[in-house]
């Protein structure tokens, strides 16, 4: 395991687990469903259909579990900060209920799992926290506990909870779970190869017909032809549906270091204050547990994200006694405009592809329900009102009429205005180890100036629907201010929904 861990440096789950090998695609293939993506939503769904008794392929553009999913909490919970004070107004006592339930019979799904397929992958039983500090908060703890009894929960207030500060109040919810996600979907990835489900990495889609049967093309050529399809790319690479004018994304930051076995808090906790606290821990080395702490929402593309890393760090400081910082990451998840996730069918027209997206932070639960969600709608067995939940034609104007004009403000503002703002006159302003978006005969591109002084410029356009893309200087990376595309300072991508590099400019 690393001693430390830069901005831009491996997960703890990626660190601590060993690299996946599984093939590219070298042949045009057939089977029943496709899948799109590696992460929780991707395998779980894929794990599901097998059973069901569907040929599968999965096909991912990287490798798997190391996306989103690599970069997680890793909080198995139905406990979502707010959400049920938010559900109940949104959709009714009924729809809270609906959300509570199938939520929860994911965190338990995941735990039959772990026990039927013998799986090693920490997991941890734990009370869940949404906890507040101020006593201007009491009011929303005390709304969000009566709401999680009504949907269902033994939720309970109190006043104290095991964290080595002092809290005004919180809400507690017991059986709830925290596990090492890539410990977790390899073995499930192994047992679903075995059982002859076809894993394809570095395998990147870039074109989908939609038909009876669907055919997908691949980066290379390739092609795959299936019945089904399932879009479950953190962020849907195909526009068609138009999801992204109600997808939000966001990054948050993570740090994590060593405590003491016998100061484990032993839950998992968040706090919509302080712009996001969240914390847990895993096991680490012989008497000493790793002490997770994520936080400082940000929107991709947004500056200063070195100092957002500080003032997370510094709040770990101040409230555990911890070890030398041992690692520190980011990761990204998209929030729908009514903090529902979009599952089931892609768009009105659709009738074989399907999508799992809109997570809000809460994957690990929302990727299992959806992998469930999925396989019933694909093979026609019983649904209950959870399709109707999480159908991504839905439209509810009264809960997301206001976020919805935010969202595509924001964007518009950042399309418009990114191009009327002023851009670093020359390439000579750039110092070593940061970049900035430089007019270069006329063209903006984005310059990245290495620590020897070379220069590295690629197109300043987002590759997705042509936003200007900003430089975050902590993760040293290229990130698109409107649908949260992420580039590498030579323009290959990170993150999706951008299926094509930026191109190389030569300065």
């Not at 440096?9 to 660190?15: I, Q, R």
């Not at 507040?132 to 009894?149: F, K, L, M, Q």
């Not at 109190?158 to 080595?164: D, F, G, I, S």
């Not at 009738?351 to 690990?364: E, I, K, P, S, Y």
Request: with cysteine.
């Amino acid at each position: 395991m690393s001693s430390s861990r830069a901005m831009g440096g491996e997960s703890y789950w990626m660190d601590s687990t060993g690299p996946t090998r599984y093939p590219w695609l070298a042949g045009d293939q057939t089977a029943d469903v496709a899948v799109i993506g590696g992460g929780i939503a991707g395998l779980s769904a894929a794990w599901e259909l097998l059973r069901a008794g569907r040929s599968v392929v999965v096909l991912e553009a990287d490798r798997i579990a190391a996306g989103v999913t690599g970069y997680t909490t890793a909080k198995l919970s139905a406990l979502h900060t707010l959400i049920y004070t938010q559900l109940t107004r949104s959709v009714g006592a009924d729809g809270a209920r609906t959300y509570a339930r199938s939520q929860q019979n994911a965190v338990e799904h995941v735990a039959g799992i772990v026990a039927e397929l013998g799986i090693d992958c920490e997991l941890e039983r734990r009370p869940a926290f949404t906890w507040a500090d101020s006593a201007d908060r009491v009011g929303e703890i005390h709304a969000e506990a009566e709401a999680a009894r009504e949907a269902g929960f033994s939720a309970t207030l109190v006043t104290e909870a095991p964290l080595p500060f002092p809290i005004a109040a919180a809400v507690r919810v017991e059986d709830q779970a925290q596990f090492h996600p890539r410990k977790y979907l390899l073995a499930l990835a192994e047992e679903m190869t075995r059982r002859g489900v076809d894993i394809f990495e570095q395998t990147r889609v870039v074109g989908l017909s939609e038909g009876e049967p669907c055919r997908l093309e691949m980066e290379n050529g390739r092609t795959v032809t299936v019945q089904d399809v399932v879009v479950a790319t953190h962020y849907p690479v195909f526009d068609r549906a138009l999801l992204f004018a109600r997808l939000e994304p966001q990054r948050e930051l993570a740090v994590a270091a060593p405590i003491s076995a016998d100061q484990d808090p032993r839950g998992v906790f968040i706090s919509p204050e302080d712009n996001t606290r969240s914390v847990r821990s895993a096991p680490y080395t012989s008497g000493t547990r790793l002490l997770i702490v994520t936080g400082e929402k940000f929107k991709p593309g947004a500056p200063g994200v070195s100092s957002r890393m500080e003032r997370l760090e510094a709040w770990l400081r101040e409230r555990f006694d911890v070890g030398p910082t041992a690692y520190r990451w980011a990761t990204q998840d998209n929030t729908t405009t009514d903090k529902i996730p979009y599952v089931g069918l892609f768009h009105p027209g659709s009738r074989h592809v399907f999508v799992a997206t809109g997570f809000g932070g809460w994957g690990m639960s929302g990727g299992v329900m959806a992998g469930r969600l999925l396989t019933a709608l694909i093979t026609g067995a019983e649904v209950g009102p959870e399709a109707e939940l999480y159908d991504p034609r839905r439209l509810r104007p009264l809960s997301e009429a206001g976020a919805l004009l935010t969202q595509q403000a924001s964007v518009a503002r950042h399309f418009v205005g990114d191009r009327a703002r002023s851009f670093r006159d020359s390439v000579d302003d750039i110092e070593p180890g940061s970049g900035a978006v430089v007019r270069v005969r006329g063209e903006r591109c984005a310059v990245y100036r290495d620590e020897s002084g070379r220069t590295h410029a690629v197109s300043a356009t987002c590759t997705h629907l042509g936003c200007i893309v900003a430089f975050n200087d902590a993760e040293r990376a290229w990130e698109c201010p409107c649908h949260g595309s992420r580039f590498a300072i030579d323009g290959a991508i990170l993150q999706g929904p951008a299926n094509t590099p930026l191109e190389n400019r030569g300065i």
